[in-house]
Protein backbone atom coordinates (compact mmCIF):
# COMPACT_ATOMS: atom_id res chain seq x y z
CA UNK A 1 0.00 0.00 0.00
CA UNK A 2 1.31 3.36 -0.32
CA UNK A 3 -0.24 7.24 0.61
CA UNK A 4 -2.10 9.14 -2.34
CA UNK A 5 -0.46 13.07 -2.80
CA UNK A 6 -2.27 15.80 -4.05
CA UNK A 7 -1.37 19.21 -5.56
CA UNK A 8 -3.51 22.29 -4.79
CA UNK A 9 -2.65 24.54 -7.61
CA UNK A 10 -4.36 28.07 -8.50
CA UNK A 11 -5.22 29.00 -5.01
CA UNK A 12 -7.29 32.05 -4.92
CA UNK A 13 -6.26 34.44 -1.87
CA UNK A 14 -9.87 35.66 -1.69
CA UNK A 15 -12.20 32.80 -1.67
CA UNK A 16 -9.64 29.83 -1.05
CA UNK A 17 -10.76 27.86 -4.12
CA UNK A 18 -7.89 25.81 -5.64
CA UNK A 19 -7.78 22.95 -7.87
CA UNK A 20 -6.69 19.75 -6.42
CA UNK A 21 -4.76 17.66 -8.77
CA UNK A 22 -3.37 14.01 -8.11
CA UNK A 23 0.51 14.02 -8.11
CA UNK A 24 -0.07 9.38 -7.44
CA UNK A 25 0.28 6.87 -5.10
CA UNK A 26 3.38 6.47 -3.14
CA UNK A 27 5.72 3.33 -3.85
CA UNK A 28 3.41 2.94 -7.14
CA UNK A 29 2.56 4.94 -9.42
CA UNK A 30 2.92 8.53 -10.45
CA UNK A 31 -0.56 10.11 -11.93
CA UNK A 32 0.58 12.07 -15.64
CA UNK A 33 -1.22 15.39 -16.33
CA UNK A 34 -1.18 16.12 -20.52
CA UNK A 35 -3.51 18.71 -20.10
CA UNK A 36 -1.08 20.38 -17.71
CA UNK A 37 2.16 19.61 -19.28
CA UNK A 38 2.92 16.81 -16.71
CA UNK A 39 4.31 13.63 -18.58
CA UNK A 40 6.64 12.37 -16.09
CA UNK A 41 7.75 12.73 -12.56
CA UNK A 42 10.39 15.27 -13.64
CA UNK A 43 7.14 17.84 -14.57
CA UNK A 44 5.99 16.88 -11.25
CA UNK A 45 9.05 18.65 -9.80
CA UNK A 46 8.89 21.69 -11.52
CA UNK A 47 5.65 22.09 -10.45
CA UNK A 48 6.00 21.37 -6.87
CA UNK A 49 8.98 23.71 -6.53
CA UNK A 50 6.65 27.07 -7.20
CA UNK A 51 5.51 28.57 -3.66
CA UNK A 52 2.30 28.79 -4.62
CA UNK A 53 1.63 25.21 -4.50
CA UNK A 54 0.84 23.06 -1.81
CA UNK A 55 1.03 19.16 -1.21
CA UNK A 56 -1.19 17.38 1.17
CA UNK A 57 -1.48 13.68 1.71
CA UNK A 58 -4.79 11.51 1.71
CA UNK A 59 -5.20 12.23 5.18
CA UNK A 60 -5.59 16.16 5.14
CA UNK A 61 -1.40 16.70 6.21
CA UNK A 62 -0.06 19.63 4.21
CA UNK A 63 3.73 18.59 3.33
CA UNK A 64 6.01 21.69 3.93
CA UNK A 65 8.70 22.07 1.11
CA UNK A 66 12.02 23.75 1.36
CA UNK A 67 13.87 25.05 -1.19
CA UNK A 68 14.95 21.43 -2.91
CA UNK A 69 11.78 19.22 -2.93
CA UNK A 70 14.63 16.41 -3.49
CA UNK A 71 15.33 16.06 0.11
CA UNK A 72 11.88 15.08 1.57
CA UNK A 73 11.70 11.68 2.44
CA UNK A 74 7.90 11.20 0.48
CA UNK A 75 9.72 11.56 -2.70
CA UNK A 76 11.99 8.92 -2.14
CA UNK A 77 9.14 6.30 -1.35
CA UNK A 78 8.38 6.09 -5.37
CA UNK A 79 9.28 2.85 -6.83
CA UNK A 80 11.73 3.20 -9.45
CA UNK A 81 12.22 0.60 -12.17
CA UNK A 82 15.66 0.27 -14.09
CA UNK A 83 13.88 -1.21 -17.34
CA UNK A 84 10.65 -2.67 -18.33
CA UNK A 85 11.61 -5.98 -18.49
CA UNK A 86 12.72 -5.49 -14.95
CA UNK A 87 9.56 -3.97 -13.93
CA UNK A 88 7.81 -7.13 -15.61
CA UNK A 89 9.46 -9.66 -13.70
CA UNK A 90 9.33 -8.14 -10.25
CA UNK A 91 5.91 -6.51 -9.97
CA UNK A 92 3.08 -9.16 -10.50
CA UNK A 93 0.63 -5.94 -11.77
CA UNK A 94 3.42 -4.74 -14.41
CA UNK A 95 1.56 -6.34 -17.48
CA UNK A 96 -1.85 -5.29 -16.98
CA UNK A 97 -0.26 -1.21 -16.26
CA UNK A 98 1.33 -2.14 -19.55
CA UNK A 99 -1.53 -3.11 -21.57
CA UNK A 100 -3.56 0.04 -20.58
CA UNK A 101 -0.83 2.47 -21.71
CA UNK A 102 1.02 2.83 -18.44
CA UNK A 103 4.66 3.64 -19.14
CA UNK A 104 8.04 3.89 -17.42
CA UNK A 105 9.11 7.89 -17.63
CA UNK A 106 12.89 8.39 -18.74
CA UNK A 107 13.29 8.05 -14.67
CA UNK A 108 12.63 4.98 -13.88
CA UNK A 109 9.11 5.89 -12.29
CA UNK A 110 5.78 3.98 -13.55
CA UNK A 111 3.73 6.38 -14.68
CA UNK A 112 -0.13 6.19 -15.13
CA UNK A 113 -2.53 8.71 -17.20
CA UNK A 114 -5.59 6.52 -15.53
CA UNK A 115 -7.63 7.44 -12.53
CA UNK A 116 -6.62 5.41 -9.48
CA UNK A 117 -6.51 5.79 -5.52
Known amino acids: ?3 NY ?3 LNGCTKCGRYDEVHIGKSKR ?3 IHPDLGIYEFADWRKI ?13 TRL ?9 GWLDEWQR ?13 AKD ?3 IGDYLDRDGYHVSSHDFC
Open 97 to 99: YLS
Open 6 to 8: YAH
Open 29 to 31: TVR
Open 64 to 72: ELDSSIEVH
Open 81 to 93: WPTVEVWALEDPY
Open 48 to 60: LDSESVTIWDEYG
Open 1 to 3: MGT
